[in-house]
RNA sequence: GCCUGGGUAGCUUAGAGGUAAAGCGCGUCCUUGGUAAGGACGAGAGCCCGGGUUCAAAUCCCGGCCUAGGCUCCA
């Protein structure tokens, strides 16, 4: 409820413009609903609220001069589903109100979400079992198809109307600053003050669901008491709600904590601590081969290794700044007289080591990797699979180089970032994160540094984002996020300049002048982390690793015992490979079955035609086969197939 | 950290004061199979940990640990 008021007391005419560009010119008291009106009756009877410049208002809603004007109509489109929903959570709380103690139960606030619906409630016990209850409540609501009534009300009426509710006297009293008058929606018995828009009746909701309970601090706060939420969606027919939990199934199905325990990648145990995940053999043949990756670029790119332990005297962590900034998130103890903390960064760690000879400028730029294990510790609270952990793996970079070498290194670790999404098949976008108020460093070199990054992206075909003031307070930055294959957006690749740690640690490099010189550093990583990037890849790929990543990456199954001996000569001929014989005595339609369950990306079966004609049949995990494949033929594929790293197995898919 | 669920066999789950279940997997045997589950038998469980209530606790109560989802997309 922050709209200019129109222009009083006049015949004027203003005008809105509609979403093909036009303008409708209307009277300056016009609501949303009147310049649906005035477009047309079919549609100004279809009304149900309107969107001006962006913002969801109610159809009742004053429009102003030069407003852009979007009318919202019950098509079942997403802004529709927004106002359903919103009378949905509405419905949510008259339940309530009505099963439990309305003179206990305090309301504060209902909005519609991206996926649906939440009413938070103070003073309000349920558990999932009275979640049905309420849900049949609902439905009566909706059964009943109460008419909902928007009136205006005085802030004082309101005061009156809202004496029993805190939470909304709360807001009511930050809204009476900006406006004379208040909304409220009535339907039956139950009245709440809200800005809306709602539809016109209950009637209109089609099917609800509640899917959860949980606790929020009323406004977000953790400094407010915790309220009870109830969260559900809505649709408008009862197989958009069908497919809403199917796709909530298919994401639980992706979820790489049920697949890595099923693939038996990692385990994250009580006995070995929270966010502490173990990985077992296959997962750690995934990392292994996301290291030689990674490793095979550095290579390329001149990198050298450097190894650094996991625990440093805190006296490190005082001269990098990261005591001072950092040390609620650090693990730090002492040992004997001592205080020490495990690492949260490896910079520091790296700019000693540079730190420890004298460079000339004939040597940079310096180029320093390590898969760098790392301990931050999280809000147990937010620890969550491998996304948030505890201890971690950086494959860290960090260059040490002059100034006017910034563009050329930052192209490298671009093309190398690209290089590998690519590989992965995602699709990503790049942001270019500025100078925040509080940083360090020259005017000079920031604006030289902003506008080398400035110009890298320029170069390149992508489109790219500024992010205004978002750089760290040492340096701006290039930040890569990617998206995997149900549409969620990660962060992990960067590039990020540092004029900051090479200060601290004083470091230097001798110029062609015979003057010292402090370098500039860049940290970046291309993955992120290994725990984030492989998280991400098992429900990427749902498990099913390409190839040249896949823990198992061959399956021979004979067909019967008969060939067990031909079975394992054939394992013998892959033995480049990871590969396994199944020799378990069972049908053949079992082991089929087995190893399309275990995600295995081919399976080679072996029966006494194969072995007769000394060749194999081929099956891949989109059930296509092949007869007779000569041994050769196959290897010489797979090889391919693994060092060019391509994702699906394609011996049968040209 | 706080709120709401949950923790039972290697895995997925059922059971809710009175002898701990099922499917998958595993083992032995029968079976020797031709493209997504052949059959029989069997082994396998400190029911997360610690206290309490009770004649009796996996189950109820209290505390802890771990885990899942939440924790301002402003009426």
Redesign the pocket.
């Known amino acids: 409820?922050?709209e200019s008021e129109p222009e009083s007391g006049s015949q004027e005419r203003i005008a809105v413009v509609l979403p093909d560009g036009s303008k409708l010119e209307v009277d300056a008291d016009a609501t949303v609903e009147d310049c649906a009106y005035e477009i047309g009756p079919g549609l100004g009877s279809d009304t149900v609220a309107g969107k001006l410049d962006g913002d969801l208002v109610a159809k009742e809603q004053p429009v102003y001069d030069g407003a852009e004007l979007e009318i919202v109509t019950d098509d079942g489109g997403e802004e529709y589903l927004r106002v359903m929903r919103?009378s949905a959570s509405h419905c949510l709380a008259q339940a309530v109100e009505r099963l439990f103690d309305d003179d206990e139960v305090k309301?504060a606030?209902?909005?519609?979400?991206?996926?649906g619906f939440?009413y938070d409630f103070d003073n309000l016990?349920?558990?999932?079992d009275d979640l049905a209850e309420i849900e049949t409540e609902i439905e009566a609501i909706v059964e009943a198809d109460y008419e909902i009534e928007r009136e205006a009300v005085s802030i004082d009426e309101?005061k009156e109307r809202l004496e029993d509710e805190p939470y909304?006297l709360e807001?009511?009293a930050?809204?009476a600053d900006e406006?004379e008058q208040?909304?409220f929606?009535k339907q039956g018995e139950w009245e709440?003050?809200?800005?809306g828009p709602h539809v016109d009746s209950t009637g209109e909701i089609g099917a609800v669901e509640l899917l959860?309970?949980?606790?929020?601090?009323w406004?977000?706060?953790?400094k407010n008491e915790?309220?009870?939420?109830i969260?559900g969606t809505a649709f408008a027919e009862e197989s958009d709600l069908e497919d809403f939990l199917e796709r909530k199934r298919e994401a639980e199905k992706r979820?790489h904590?049920?697949i890595g325990?099923?693939m038996n990648l990692f385990s994250?145990?009580?006995v070995t601590?929270?966010?502490l995940p173990l990985y077992h053999p296959p997962g750690k043949t995934v990392l292994k081969e996301l290291e030689d990756f990674v490793e095979d670029l550095n290579q390329d790119a001149d990198y050298d290794y450097v190894e650094t332990p996991h625990v440093f005297k805190t006296d490190l962590w005082h001269r990098s700044g990261h005591y001072e900034n950092y040390a609620d998130d650090m693990f730090i103890f002492d040992v004997g007289d001592d205080e020490f903390g495990l690492k949260p960064m490896n910079c520091p760690g790296h700019a000693a080591i540079f730190q420890d000879q004298s460079w000339s400028y004939r040597d940079l730029p310096i180029r320093y990797a390590e898969n760098g294990k790392v301990y931050r510790k999280e809000?147990?609270?937010?620890?969550?699979?491998l996304s948030r952990v505890w201890s971690f793996t950086i494959d860290d970079g960090h260059l040490f180089i002059r100034p006017d070498q910034i563009r050329s290194e930052v192209e490298q670790i671009m093309d190398m970032i690209t290089d590998v999404l690519e590989t992965f098949d995602l699709e990503y976008e790049m942001a270019l994160a500025t100078r925040p108020e509080k940083s360090v460093g020259s005017d000079e070199i920031w604006k030289k540094a902003e506008d080398q990054l400035r110009s890298v992206l320029e170069d390149r075909e992508h489109d790219y984002e500024i992010e205004d003031g978002d750089g760290a307070f040492y340096g701006p930055k290039i930040d890569f996020a990617f998206e995997d294959a149900i549409g969620r957006s990660w962060d992990g690749p960067t590039v990020q300049l540092d004029f900051n740690m090479p200060e601290r640690f004083d470091l230097s490099y001798v110029g062609e002048d015979n003057e010292e010189h402090r370098p500039v550093m860049i940290h970046r990583a291309l993955y992120g982390s290994y725990e984030r990037f492989f998280m991400m890849l098992i429900e990427h790929y749902e498990g099913k690793f390409p190839f040249w990543l896949a823990p198992e990456q061959l399956r021979v199954l004979?067909?019967?015992?008969?060939?067990l001996g031909y079975a394992y000569e054939i394992a013998g001929e892959f033995e480049q490979f990871r590969v396994e014989v199944d020799d378990?005595?069972?049908?053949?339609?079992?082991k089929?079955?087995?190893a399309?369950?275990d995600r295995v990306p081919y399976?080679i079966?072996?029966?006494?035609?194969?072995?007769d004609d000394g060749n194999i049949?081929v099956?891949d995990?989109f059930?296509d086969?092949e007869?007779d494949v000569e041994i050769d033929e196959f290897k010489r594929h797979l090889e391919a197939e693994r060092d060019e790293r391509r994702t699906e197995p394609d011996f049968l898919q040209d």
């Open positions: 409820m922050s919103h309301l606030i209902g909005p519609p979400t991206d996926e939440y016990d349920v558990d999932e309101a909304k807001l009511l930050e809204f406006n208040v909304t929606y709440d003050l809200c800005a959860e309970i949980a606790g929020a601090y406004r977000g706060d953790e915790m309220q009870t939420r969260y979820d904590r049920r325990n099923e994250i145990q009580d601590g929270p966010g809000q147990r609270g937010e620890l969550s699979g004979p067909i019967s015992d008969e060939n378990r005595d069972s049908t053949l339609e079992r089929i079955r087995a399309h369950d399976q079966i072996v029966g006494d035609n194969e072995e049949s099956r995990r059930e086969q007869y």
